[in-house]
């Protein structure tokens, strides 16, 4: 998908961020906020990006552009979700993510969308 590429290639994480929360608009995701990557976040682990709801579920957003997603960022946004009191969390990646990973990160109610999901095409 030639999208996938631009993302790799072109983008930068205010950027990335931008597109994702247009994608979660085109899937019918209300956005609440949205954090501008240029501002420092007191908490310098957290990456805090935006939150969406849909049908009644508030979800927070986490994007990690060029970045391994490991257990610290599902933890990291468990902390938010904690902070943010919501039950449901996203983690959205440009690199592909291990069912190991994946798997741990829906123990504590969060859904990875990684590279897998760019290249089906879900966001057309």
């Known amino acids: 998908m030639e999208e996938i590429k631009i993302v790799d290639n072109y983008m930068d994480e205010r950027e990335f961020r931008n597109y994702i929360n247009t994608m979660f608009y085109k899937h019918h995701y209300n956005p609440i906020t949205i954090d501008d990557v240029r501002l420092a976040d007191s908490d310098k682990t957290n990456d805090n990006d935006q939150r969406v709801a849909k049908d ?59 590279r897998s999901e760019f290249e089906e095409g879900i966001y057309d």
């Open 56 to 114: 009644g579920v508030k979800y927070t957003v986490q994007s990690y552009l060029n970045t391994e997603i490991t257990e610290k960022q599902i933890e990291e946004t468990f902390k938010d979700m904690e902070k943010e009191d919501v039950a449901h969390g996203i983690i959205v990646t440009n690199f592909y993510v291990k069912q190991k990973i994946k798997d741990k990160a829906l123990e504590k109610n969060i859904r990875i969308l990684d």
